[in-house]
T-cell receptor, first 111, second 114 residues
Framework: GESVGLHLPTLSVQEGDNSIINCAYSNSASDYFIWYKQESGKGPQFIIDIRSNMDKRQGQRVTVLLNKTVKHLSLQIAATQPGDSAVYFC??????????FGTGTRLKVLA | EAEVAQSPRYKITEKSQAVAFWCDPI?????LYWYRQILGQGPELLVQ????????DSQLPKDRFSAERLKGVDSTLKIQPAELGDSAMYLC????????????FGPGTRLTVL
């Protein structure tokens, strides 16, 4: 309910440091994963994706790591900037059209 | 860059009234999703279309919610009557259409029911 949402896990990092946001997914059959960034009052924005035949994928300042053994996904943001402050969600897809979203992590960048 | 369009962006209504939200997916995207997102939580799927057909509406409260995508392009989500607990962000997303295609979201409609 609403009280659970207000206790969203929060990661606070100093501007310029690297951030690591973690996600545990539920379905061992999931083979496609997306990280989304959601700023207050806006829709989720695609950041990076990875398929299960890979364990690492890099984008601009972002890297996603996939550990299928323990069903764990992480998002690394290099040189975190104030504009990176947002809630980050992982989403998994098991080869169907349906996505399952994680609970989200709030990233706060400290000046 | 192509985007998913939604309107209105904000809607305030009184309980028992009817509300409707509109979504225009990215051109060429066959799959369209409607989600509800409560503050601080991840999006929860309400209904999913493949072209004009409903693929999954198992989480749609069908006594008050309805969705259509008559021509397989844009879509409308309706709530009648609205209840206080319907206050949330309503998100539309689309993907090309084959399994595990990247899903892109619109800006959402923030609904407040008084």
């Amino acid at each position: 309910g609403e009280s659970v949402g207000l206790h969203l896990p929060t990661l606070s990092v100093q501007e310029g440091d690297n951030s690591i946001i973690n996600c545990a997914y539920s379905n061992s059959a999931s083979d496609y994963f997306i990280w989304y960034k959601q700023e207050s009052g806006k829709g989720p924005q695609f950041i990076i994706d990875i398929r299960s035949n890979m364990d690492k994928r890099q984008g601009q300042r972002v890297t996603v790591l996939l550990n299928k053994t323990v069903k764990h996904l992480s998002l690394q943001i290099a040189a975190t900037q104030p504009g990176d402050s947002a809630v980050y969600f992982c989403a998994e897809n098991s080869g169907t059209y349906k996505y399952i979203f994680g609970t989200g992590t709030r990233l706060k960048v400290l000046a | 860059e192509a985007e998913v369009a939604q309107s209105p962006r904000y809607k305030i209504t009184e309980k028992s009234q009817a509300v409707a939200f509109w979504c225009d997916p990215i051109s060429g995207h066959a799959t369209l999703y409607w989600y509800r997102q409560i503050l601080g939580q991840g999006p929860e799927l309400l209904v999913q279309f493949q072209d004009e057909s409903v693929v999954d509406d198992s989480q749609l409260p069908k006594d008050r919610f309805s969705a259509e995508r008559l021509k397989g392009v844009d879509s409308t989500l309706k709530i009648q009557p609205a209840e206080l607990g319907d206050s949330a962000m309503y998100l539309c997303a689309s993907s090309l259409g084959s399994s595990a295609d990247t899903q892109y979201f619109g800006p959402g409609t923030r609904l407040t029911v008084l």
